[in-house]
């Protein structure tokens, strides 16, 4: 009779632990390393300029996609198209990149997306550097626009931001 109770607390007891176990699970949220993908694989397509590699990375509320441009000026930070699709518009573009956007109010233009702000910049050199952020609602969620392109070439067209265009890929995000 005896053996029968031990082997019947036993027995609970270890259901009830697995149980509590099983119920307990912290969910984890991973992020994994960037995937090198086509520029034909962005939400929105980079028209008119040359990109060197594109990547995307995929996080807990957020996928991230980033063209890497020529770059003359050889900075980091510079010569980037960083795209974000999440729940929510972002200001500035996610600190990894190392660059940010004015908070001043900027030149406000339209491209397919809707309305962006730019900014230029002229330094003593001769170099400009173009700042610009848009958000834009799709599918009920937003993809956040941050670009950052510097050329020392004065003859360099920095309108091309104004032909960015909607990829039919993102229609699946």
Known sequence: MNIKRV??????????TTGCQNTQQVRQSRVYDPTVIQSNELPILVV????????????????????????DTY????????????EAPLEQPPSMF??????????LSMNPLGPFQSWTDTKKSGERCLSARQNAKRSGQWISIFTRYCTSNPNQDLTWIENYKPSILLEKY
């Open 75 to 86: 900075l980091p930070g510079e010569n980037l198209v960083i795209q974000v699709l999440g």
């Open 98 to 107: 190392a660059f940010t956007i004015p908070e001043k109010l900027g030149t």
């Open 48 to 71: 008119n300029q040359d990109g060197e590699r594109s990547y995307r990375q995929v996080r807990k509320t957020e996928t991230w996609f980033w063209t890497r441009l020529k770059n």
């Open 7 to 16: 082997f019947l607390l036993s027995a609970v007891s270890t259901l009830l």
